[in-house]
Nanobody, 126 residues
Framework: QVQVAESGGGSVQAGGSLRLSCVVS????????MGWFRQAPGKEREGVAV????????SYADSVKGRFTISQDSAKNTVALQMNSLKPEEAATYYC???????????????????WGQGTQVTVSS
């Protein structure tokens, strides 16, 4: 059983930064694709960034490229999302998710993730 737990949400002013952290446990090959997603009230959930932990390869939504960075620790048990230059419209509940994939090409923002955390709230004030 894979377990996912996020932390690090909070409040920040527009233009500020936050770092989210996701601790994951369980069978490694059931969680070698990790992603961050967000959902604002009244909006659909959207993918933000993913990382294929076997190689450290990453993919980002166009809206966050150059401002957000997804990374993993050397033990591959923690995935972080560094968010810089935050915008008010990026206020949302951010979720960490995991799934197992056999190939890097299957780890993308459109993938259907199996394991989800409870979410962490990010508030961005203007």
């Amino acid at each position: 059983q894979v377990q996912v737990a996020e932390s690090g949400g909070g409040s920040v002013q527009a233009g500020g930064s936050l770092r989210l952290s996701c601790v994951v446990s369980g069978s490694y090959y059931s969680r070698n694709c990790m992603g961050w997603f967000r959902q604002a009230p009244g909006k659909e959930r959207e993918g933000v960034a993913v990382i294929y932990t076997d190689r450290g390869s990453t993919s980002y939504a166009d809206s966050v490229k150059g401002r957000f960075t997804i990374s993993q620790d050397s033990a591959k048990n923690t995935v972080a999302l560094q968010m810089n230059s935050l915008k008010p419209e990026e206020a949302a509940t951010y979720y960490c998710a995991a799934k197992g994939v056999p190939f890097a090409s299957m780890c993308d923002l459109g993938a259907s993730f199996q394991y989800w955390g409870q979410g962490t709230q990010v508030t961005v004030s203007s």
